[in-house]
């Protein structure tokens, strides 16, 4: 087959794969909810179109990649992070929530508010109140707080909301215009990412824009895991995303160009959900804990974060017991530190009162727990990994700390280093740049991104 017929071929392919997945996202609405899915009324839709005639219009590309550490930008080729370091404004300071791990950080950076409020502990949790086990949850009704795709539709603007983490199944009156039922695994990050592109490409016959897109990526996540941050593995996954949102980026505002006034503004902004420390040991939580034969609780652990979660028909001194029992042993093993529910750190804002467990075991540095171990620990390298972790407390590990990077177009921010913000700081900054309020609870500064401002406060405890 000669070359030109292989390019042709290619081409169609692509353009088939980009609208098999459009109809896809089109049609992500979970059976039986269809009446439930409500988009803006023509009528309503008409007048706010009116309304932002008059006014300078502001959409938001948002990406999050999991799992980014600030200095794997500096030890990888990366043209375009480069880029908008320098034409941007950027936080190689960001930090995130307790623990830092994909689920709550990722929630509590949409929402504003910490786990206490937005009721998602982990990726994976037990709910004394209903008795479910969640794990990598998509049913977007198990968040107990606003998150900013709802904010921005439930006032009045049109939204995207593509394998952000529980932003699936939407239901209700300020559901996003588009959204996906449940994540979909296995995607590579090419494909994952050019299912937003390819909706904002095809979306050009609405009176008024979509104002806030919403993609994510995996990224350097996986390969950290497996290899450790430190690995080639991790600095490949680095540059294969950094030359994704590259090509991108060009073809996303090459189409703001052609549709809106020169006036308007968009915004892309990039962030992660937390950094990535080195393992050196694994724990196995029953043996640590000496609860793996009691039927009464039940044993939830992840990264290093551990929950014991009592059956609430436990007799009060039966319960008092155990518990005591529980920390008198855990205070023989100085990786491992442990709380009642009650008694937890409060700026850690960690204690819902159903899905945070009644015993809470966080382990230091360079452990994390795992089945592996046949006692209470195990080198990594015996156990062949993981050998990257992250849902240390940030305040105590650095390397959880992450990336904030914003560019503006056409009119860039200047490449101005913004230092430490957080990342509850997210919703309300997006809120500001869409020009509407931000939900009840996100009452953290805004992030200042103009050259000449200083960059937020970080948030009350």
Same mark, same amino acid.
């Given at each position: 087959?000669?070359?030109?017929?292989?390019?042709?071929?290619?081409?169609?392919?692509?353009?088939?794969?980009?609208?098999?997945?459009?109809?896809?996202?089109?049609?992500?609405?979970?059976?039986?909810?269809? !009446?439930?899915?409500?988009?803006?009324?023509?009528?309503?839709?008409?007048?706010?179109?009116?309304?932002?005639?008059?006014?300078?219009?502001?959409?938001?590309?948002?990406?999050?990649?999991?799992?980014?550490?600030?200095?794997?930008?500096?030890?990888?080729?990366?043209?375009?992070?480069?880029?908008?370091?320098?034409?941007? =404004?950027?936080?190689?300071?960001? !930090?995130?929530?307790?623990?830092?791990?994909?689920?709550?950080?990722?929630?509590?950076?949409? @929402?504003?508010?910490?786990?206490?409020?937005?009721?998602?502990?982990h990726n994976r949790f037990f709910d004394l109140e209903t008795g479910d086990v969640h794990?990598?949850?998509?049913?977007?009704?198990?968040?107990?707080? !606003?998150?900013?795709?709802?904010?921005?539709?439930?006032?009045?603007?049109?939204?995207?909301?593509?394998?952000? &983490?529980?932003?699936?199944?939407?239901?209700?009156?300020?559901?996003?215009?588009?959204?996906?039922?449940?994540?979909?695994?296995?995607? =590579?990050?090419?494909?994952?990412?050019?299912?937003?592109?390819?909706?904002?490409?095809?979306?050009?016959?609405?009176?008024?824009?979509?104002?806030?897109?919403?993609?994510?990526? &995996?990224?350097?996540?996986?390969?950290?895991?497996?290899?450790?941050?430190?690995?080639?593995?991790?600095?490949?996954?680095?540059?294969?995303?950094?030359?994704?949102?590259?090509?991108?980026?060009?073809?996303?505002?090459?189409?703001?160009? !052609?549709?809106?006034?020169?006036?308007?503004?968009?915004?892309?902004?990039? @962030?992660?959900?937390?950094?990535?420390?080195?393992?050196? @040991?694994? &724990?196995?939580?029953?043996?640590?804990?000496?609860?793996?034969?009691?039927?009464?609780?039940?044993?939830?652990?992840?990264?290093?974060?551990?929950?014991?979660?009592?059956?609430?028909?436990?007799?009060?001194?039966?319960?008092?017991?155990?518990?005591?029992?529980?920390?008198?042993?855990?205070?023989?093993?100085?990786?491992?530190?442990?709380?009642?529910?009650?008694?937890?750190?409060?700026?850690?804002?960690?204690?819902?009162?159903?899905?945070?467990?009644?015993?809470?075991?966080?382990?230091?540095?360079?452990?994390?727990f795992s089945g592996k171990p046949d006692a209470v620990t195990l080198s990594a390298e015996?156990?062949?990994?993981?050998?990257?972790?992250?849902?240390?407390?940030?305040?105590?590990?650095?390397?959880?700390? @992450?990336?904030?990077?914003?560019?503006?177009?056409?009119?860039?921010?200047?490449?101005?280093?913004?230092?430490?913000?957080?990342?509850?700081?997210?919703?309300?900054?997006?809120?500001?740049?869409?020009?509407?309020?931000?939900?009840?609870?996100?009452?953290?500064?805004?992030?200042?991104?103009?050259?000449?401002?200083?960059?937020?406060?970080?948030?009350?405890?």
């Amino acid at each position: 087959m000669k070359k030109n017929d292989l390019i042709v071929l290619g081409i169609l392919a692509a353009v088939l794969v980009g609208g098999i997945a459009l109809m896809l996202i089109q049609r992500r609405v979970p059976p039986g909810v269809e !009446e439930e899915y409500i988009t803006p009324s023509e009528a309503g839709r008409h007048a706010r179109a009116e309304a932002v005639a008059a006014e300078p219009v502001t959409a938001v590309y948002w990406i999050s990649i999991d799992g980014l550490r600030p200095d794997m930008l500096e030890r990888a080729e990366t043209p375009f992070f480069d880029r908008l370091l320098a034409e941007g =404004a950027y936080s190689l300071e960001h !930090e995130p929530v307790f623990p830092s791990v994909t689920f709550p950080s990722h929630v509590s950076q949409a @929402t504003g508010v910490r786990v206490r409020d937005h009721g998602i502990p982990h990726n994976r949790f037990f709910d004394l109140e209903t008795g479910d086990v969640h794990h990598y949850p998509s049913d977007s009704r198990l968040l107990e707080a !606003e998150p900013i795709w709802n904010t921005a539709a439930r006032q009045g603007l049109r939204v995207a909301s593509l394998d952000w &983490v529980l932003a699936h199944h939407q239901t209700g009156d300020h559901a996003s215009e588009f959204f996906d039922p449940e994540y979909q695994r296995g995607l =590579a990050n090419e494909e994952r990412l050019a299912r937003l592109l390819n909706l904002w490409k095809t979306d050009e016959g609405a009176d008024e824009p979509l104002r806030l897109m919403m993609g994510y990526a &995996v990224g350097p996540d996986s390969p950290g895991h497996r290899h450790g941050p430190e690995s080639d593995e991790v600095i490949a996954a680095i540059e294969e995303i950094d030359d994704i949102l590259g090509r991108h980026y060009e073809e996303i505002v090459e189409l703001w160009d !052609e549709r809106r006034e020169p006036e308007d503004a968009f915004y892309f902004i990039v @962030t992660s959900d937390h950094g990535m420390s080195e393992v050196h @040991t694994l &724990v196995n939580g029953e043996r640590l804990t000496g609860l793996q034969d009691r039927e009464e609780v039940t044993l939830i652990g992840g990264g290093p974060v551990g929950h014991a979660y009592l059956d609430p028909g436990m007799l009060p001194q039966d319960r008092e017991r155990l518990l005591r029992e529980t920390l008198e042993r855990l205070e023989d093993f100085d990786f491992a530190r442990a709380y009642l529910r009650g008694e937890l750190p409060d700026d850690w804002g960690y204690d819902h009162p159903s899905r945070t467990g009644d015993l809470i075991v966080v382990l230091d540095p360079g452990y994390t727990f795992s089945g592996k171990p046949d006692a209470v620990t195990l080198s990594a390298e015996k156990g062949d990994g993981p050998f990257g972790m992250h849902g240390y407390p940030p305040g105590e590990d650095p390397n959880m700390n @992450t990336v904030a990077l914003f560019n503006r177009h056409p009119h860039p921010l200047g490449g101005a280093d913004l230092g430490p913000v957080h990342s509850l700081q997210l919703h309300p900054t997006v809120a500001r740049l869409l020009n509407i309020s931000p939900a009840e609870g996100a009452d953290a500064s805004p992030i200042a991104l103009e050259p000449e401002g200083a960059a937020g406060t970080k948030p009350a405890n």
